[in-house]
């Protein structure tokens, strides 16, 4: 069912999930926000860019998740008032995206009597000037090297016995940068602000210079841990553009894939869970399995992390009998093992010490922030891009969602053994059910012009893309969302209250990503 808003006219969206897109001027784009709001929805996404034709307008998209599905109103912003209503009181997880949009094009968000809520930089990092824009026509990279001085004023915490503790931007161990500043008194953290950003790689720009077919290999290397789900998301927006469709064979094993790769993250992070707690046995375990896992993908697809496996119009590879056999027995091994660690990690005193009541995250606060993901399904907001809307082949399977209410560590793990069951489940019956067809088909026309979406349940969460088609089969625009836009601000709140020690326990409950987040 379309839905409906007052003064916008919404045309739904051809391809593999429910969508509709619409324009507005800035009154009714507000009020249709308000209104998709107060029905219940959540911001997706919210980006920036340039006018379709010459001229010197921009426009800005706001993607949210509606009961009926995707809905995308875009917003023309002419040149001479670059600014558009402030989406932040509404959807807090806006606030970041909003700053985001006018490092990358110069449009920014304000509030009805002209204030603007936070006009902090949030990926420039002094690295190119503030009156250049990379997203705008014309941007020279190479013109624009010249670093500027980069004072970030951090919000200051004051009072007796207050002290901040900067972690990052560097870290010990081999990950990626992003700083942390804590407000403590004693070892109890009152405020936590992140700094991201610093892994800016200019993908969207990137993405303007390539044909829509050479975009795939791209979005695939957007999150190194999230492949799969990028590369069927952009794949999904193409195919919805072009008006291609899949065979449920290709589909079948874009699930297949997507399954692995959401076991092996849950493995990896169980693992590093149980080192974060001194059980270094299950960090052992954990990552001998994953390793088995891996090894298997290296075996059966080719790549160790499937990159590139999957394709626009459907597959790069196929699994024949004997793989596929091969595959329910390592999923019902797999199974087995689990179930073991399972019982070490519920009846360990010392984890259970650790992680319960540790870094909550209540289902109202969860809610408020509109967080996405296994991260929401701990706090008690069971959403699941597979289950609803159910794109295929996950509409025939279906999977069952796991969800948890207590919100804390203990909650994050015990969805992560429960969805690491339910994906070895969705690998047995996909590879039982594996309907014959072409692996790949050929994708078809894209005009000018044309817009597609896709979305896709990660195993962290839900990965967008909105794709404009341009000119002779290129790229106009390309906007991928990773769920940590959203997910990253809940950490700042999990964190109120617990002690510094616990930190770097409450942040691998959550595991989130700097690089998707950061383009």
Known sequence: MMPMLPGVELSPLAGAVPAWRGEADATRWLAGCEALAQAGARLAALWASEAHDRSPDYRVYALLVAYEGLVCLELPVTERSPSYPDLSQLF????????????????????????????????????????????????????????????YPFVRVEG???????????????????????????????RLEERLGYKHKGIEKRFTELGLAEGARLAGRISGDSTVAYAWAYAMALESLTGTQPSARALGLRALLLERERVANHLGDLGYLGNDCALAFGFAQFWRMKEDLLRSNQAFFGHRYLMDRVVPGGVARDVDAAAARALIDEALRLKDELRTMRSIYYNHAGM??????????????????????????????????????????????????????????????????????????????????????????????????????????????????????????RIRRCHPHDPSWQNWPALEHAVIGNIVPDFPLINKSFNLSYSGQDL
Not at 170 to 178: K, N
């Open 92 to 151: 807090p997880a806006a606030a970041r995206m909003q700053r985001a949009a006018f490092d990358m094009v110069g449009v920014r968000a304000q509030r009805p009597d002209g204030s603007i809520p936070d006009a902090r930089p949030w990926l420039r990092h002094g690295a190119w000037p503030e009156s250049a824009f990379p997203l705008r026509r014309g941007f020279d990279a190479a013109g624009h090297t010249a670093a500027e001085p980069d004072q």
């Open 352 to 473: 259970q010490d650790r992680c319960i009541t540790t870094g909550r995250l209540t289902p109202r606060t969860a809610a408020r922030l509109g967080i996405v993901g296994l991260a929401a399904r701990a706090s008690g907001l069971a959403m699941d891009a597979r289950a609803h809307p159910g794109y295929a082949p996950y509409d025939g399977l279906p999977p069952k969602v796991a969800s948890h209410r207590n919100g804390d560590v203990a909650a994050r793990i015990v969805v992560r053994f429960e969805e690491a069951f339910e994906s070895l489940r969705l690998q047995r019956v996909i590879l039982e059910r594996l309907a014959e067809g072409a692996l790949r088909v050929p994708l078809g026309a894209a005009p000018e012009g044309a817009f597609g979406l896709g979305w896709v349940e990660g195993w962290r969460g839900e990965v967008l893309i909105a794709l404009e088609a341009g000119a002779e089969g």
């Open 160 to 190: 007796e016995g207050v002290h901040e503790i900067p972690v990052g931007p560097v870290h010990a161990g081999t990950i990626e940068p992003g700083h942390f500043r804590f407000s403590i008194v004693g070892e109890k953290v009152l």
